[in-house]
């Protein structure tokens, strides 16, 4: 299964998800982008991945010393 990583700047937070259903941060996050939202600038970010395998590689790879990493509770 694929998995989301949602990047938060201003909680510095690095939260996993996996691409289903039954998160709700991920369908709304899915919807908001259908309707167009334009991401903001600067205070996150969400980046899919192949598997939440490879999201926690990048988050050692990559955020390791800046971020916290959080496992999304309906994702686990
Ligand atoms: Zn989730």
Known sequence: ???WA???IPLKTYTVHL???LCQYVTE???RTELGWKKQQGSGNWNLFRSKEEA???YDISYKEKLT?????NCR
């Open 1 to 3: 299964m694929k998995a």
């Open 6 to 8: 949602n990047i938060d």
């Open 19 to 21: 691409d289903h259903d």
């Open 29 to 31: 996050m899915k919807q």
């Open 56 to 58: 926690l590689d990048i």
């Open 69 to 73: 990493l959080i496992e999304c509770s």
